[in-house]
């Protein structure tokens, strides 16, 4: 059975910066383009960046261009979002899941970040 597990999801000041993991198993990790999501109370499931299965192509949304840093460890099953420069706009779950131009598989419970000071 396909299972992402999200972690490393605190409170954090506004200008802190966190490191998600997104674990994968019952998948061949290594050959799906990737992506993290989050959703905001109140708002639609928003995409905030994806990876490719080899790391070559990496695209961010405009919010978060230059503040988010994505990766993933294929020998590890795992997917990063390194946030930096936070902000209270960027408090959501974050999920992962396969990049939006495949069928999404099961979502895992996510995994909160809040801003606030």
């Known amino acids: 059975q396909v299972q992402f597990v999200e972690s490393g999801g605190d409170l954090v000041q506004p200008g802190g910066s966190l490191r998600l993991s997104c674990a994968a198993s019952?998948?061949?990790?290594?050959?799906?383009?990737m992506g993290w999501y989050r959703q905001a109370p109140g708002k639609q499931r928003e995409l905030v960046a994806t990876?490719?299965?080899?790391?070559?192509?990496?695209n961010y949304a405009d919010s978060v261009k230059g503040r988010f840093t994505i990766s993933r460890d294929n020998t590890k099953n795992t997917m990063y979002l390194q946030m930096n420069s936070l902000k209270p706009e960027d408090t959501a779950v974050y999920y992962c899941?396969?990049?939006?131009?495949?069928?999404?598989?099961?979502w895992g419970q996510g995994t909160q970040v809040t801003v606030s000071s």
């Open positions: 019952g998948i061949i990790f290594g050959i799906y383009a």
């Open positions: 899941n396969r990049d939006p131009s495949a069928r999404p598989l099961n």
């Open positions: 990876i490719t299965s080899s790391s070559s192509r990496i």
